[in-house]
């Protein structure tokens, strides 16, 4: 199936690694000019450089996705370097679990700012380009955590919050040809996980309670996103696609 994705162009925030990193994997070898784009520099140098080695149009940017200024440096930079913007993942985010009473203002914020603040200035800052386009695909990176999970409540308020806004923004933007969708994963094997201190026991259960029983993989969720960022998911827009091995609940 060809997804139409040649030469476009695609940002992935926090592609660094993990998710990100599977997703402009995907989208390069669809033939799409990919922007790889996290804080950690020497990852995502690396990242771009294998992809570049295969022969992909890549370019790559260090920033901050909560700093606005980051953020319209890397859309400018996209624009200047490949003529325009198609195609948003916004997957930068992290988690900060704790039990409610444990749980910092500095543990809510940062959440909430990488991924929800994130989220919003980078869907800002690329809406005139695909508006100008007359196409666009924003896609946001939520969770199967938005039906809630416990030590999550500001993961899982701000993994529901980007379903919200993906809901806002269908509305809003689908009369220029933009579609804005979320992918809900549920438990996927990256080194974010890998780090959490109950990392064994969350797999396990997880696998536990998907009907297939295999531990998600970073390729799940990358051809999902290549799907919605496709021609083919032109008629698709304000939808939550859950990736989670069939997990509901
Ligand atoms: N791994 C899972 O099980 C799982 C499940 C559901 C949803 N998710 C979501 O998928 C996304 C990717 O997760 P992952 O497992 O690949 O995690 P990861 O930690 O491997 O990757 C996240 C990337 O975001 C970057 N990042 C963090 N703060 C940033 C900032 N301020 N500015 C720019 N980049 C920043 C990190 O440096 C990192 O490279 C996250 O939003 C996560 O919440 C993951």
Redesign the pocket.
């Known amino acids: 199936m060809d997804l139409g994705l040649k030469d476009k162009v695609a940002i992935v925030?926090?592609?660094?690694?993990?998710?990100?990193?599977?997703m402009v994997a995907r989208l390069a070898a669809e033939g799409a000019r990919v922007v790889v784009?996290?804080?950690?520099r020497e990852?995502?140098e690396a990242t771009a450089a294998a992809l570049r080695a295969q022969g992909h149009a890549v370019h790559c940017v260090v920033?901050?996705?909560?700093k606005a200024a980051?953020v319209q440096r890397l859309v400018d930079e996209t624009i200047a370097t490949f003529g325009g913007v198609h195609v948003l993942v916004n997957?930068?985010?992290?988690?900060r679990d704790k039990y409610l009473v444990k749980m910092s203002e500095e543990d809510w914020d940062i959440v909430m700012?990488?991924?929800l603040k994130?989220a919003f200035l980078a869907t800002r800052a690329v809406m005139p380009k695909m508006i100008e386009q007359g196409w666009g695909r924003v896609i946001n990176?939520?969770?199967?955590?938005h039906l809630g999970n416990p030590t999550q409540a500001n993961?899982s308020a701000a993994?529901a919050g980007l379903i919200g806004m993906a809901k806002a923004l269908a509305a809003e933007e689908g009369r220029y040809g933009i579609t804005v969708n979320c992918i809900?994963?549920?438990?996927?094997?990256?080194?974010?996980?890998q780090?959490l201190p109950t990392y064994e026991t969350i797999k396990e259960r997880a696998i536990q309670a998907q009907p297939i029983k295999r531990a998600?993989q970073?390729a799940d969720?990358a051809d999902a996103v290549a799907f919605l960022a496709s021609e083919c998911a032109g008629f698709i827009s304000g939808e939550v696609l859950h990736v989670t091995g069939g997990r509901y609940g």
């Open positions: 925030t926090g592609s660094a690694r993990g998710l990100g990193a599977a784009t996290d804080i950690q990852q995502a920033g901050d996705i909560t980051d997957n930068a985010g992290m988690p700012n990488v991924m994130g990176i939520s969770s199967r955590a993961y993994k809900a994963p549920g438990f996927m094997d990256t080194e974010m996980v780090a998600g970073p969720v």
